[in-house]
T-cell receptor, first 115, second 114 residues
Framework: NAGVTQTPKFQVLKTGQSMTLQCAQD?????MYWYRQDPGMGLRLIYY???????DKGEVPNGYNVSRLNKREFSLRLESAAPSQTSVYFC??????????????FGQGTRLTVV | GENVEQHPSTLSVQEGDSAVIKCTYS??????FPWYKQELGKGPQLIID?????GEKKDQRIAVTLNKTAKHFSLHITETQPEDSAVYFC?????????????FGTGTRLLVSP
């Protein structure tokens, strides 16, 4: 009964380093999302995947790439980390219904610090 | 596009008091307004929502009100308890769109002191 699992939970990177944040869900959901959360700015969508094989940009995609590896997994990659990418990152998943809004379930987050 | 403003950014109350968090939205097409609670070290979790065809919804100690004319909605927590301490987010969207269209407020940190 894990829901949405993110790894790692904490990470410190040096400027210019790369890393991949992993996300997996066990609810058989078709849609998955990556958000970043910064103080005073709420949650902002980075990328999402409406279904396996598709990805689309969200509000703040610059500096990130994503891969929908399969239906369960959706990874977020920082190719060259910058201090501005210091944030808490959340993955979420949902099962969309045509013409209807459906809620998503969030992982516990990855706290990333870029020094 | 939609813009959601949330106030206050921090709120401190004594146990047993009521707490009110307010949000305004800009897009008149929005008709779905969820509230999320984020406890320390966890992801946001939906606690209550309201759709624009109703003005108020209650769930035990939590209630949401919506004023569609003024484009604002509020979260009311009565008889607050220390376990209510968390960050609360409001959001707005349209029920005909996907979750990716949800626009979040900036969050309110609620601290309930015993």
């Amino acid at each position: 009964n894990a829901g949405v699992t993110q790894t790692p939970k904490f990470q410190v990177l040096k400027t210019g380093q790369s890393m991949t944040l992993q996300c997996a869900q066990d609810m058989n959901h078709n849609s998955m999302y990556w958000y970043r959360q910064d103080p005073g700015m709420g949650l902002r969508l980075i990328y999402y995947s409406a279904s396996e094989g598709t990805t689309d940009k969200g509000e703040v995609p610059n500096g990130y790439n994503v891969s929908r590896l399969n239906k369960r997994e959706f990874s977020l990659r920082l190719e060259s980390a910058a201090p501005s990418q210091t944030s808490v990152y959340f993955c979420a998943s949902s099962e969309p219904r045509a013409g209807r809004f459906t809620e998503a379930f969030f992982g516990q987050g990855t706290r990333l610090t870029v020094v | 596009g939609e813009n959601v403003e949330q106030h206050p950014s921090t709120l401190s109350v004594q146990e047993g008091d009521s707490a009110v968090i307010k949000c305004t939205y800009s897009d008149s097409a929005s008709n779905y307004f969820p509230w999320y609670k984020q406890e320390l070290g966890k992801g946001p979790q939906l606690i209550i929502d309201i759709r624009s065809n109703v003005g108020e919804k209650k769930d035990q100690r939590i209630a949401v009100t919506l004023n569609k004319t003024a484009k604002h909605f509020s979260l009311h927590i009565t008889e607050t308890q220390p376990e209510d301490s968390a960050v609360y987010f409001c959001a707005a969207s349209n029920t005909g769109t996907g979750f990716q269209k949800l626009v979040f407020g900036t969050g309110t940190r609620l601290l309930v002191s015993p």
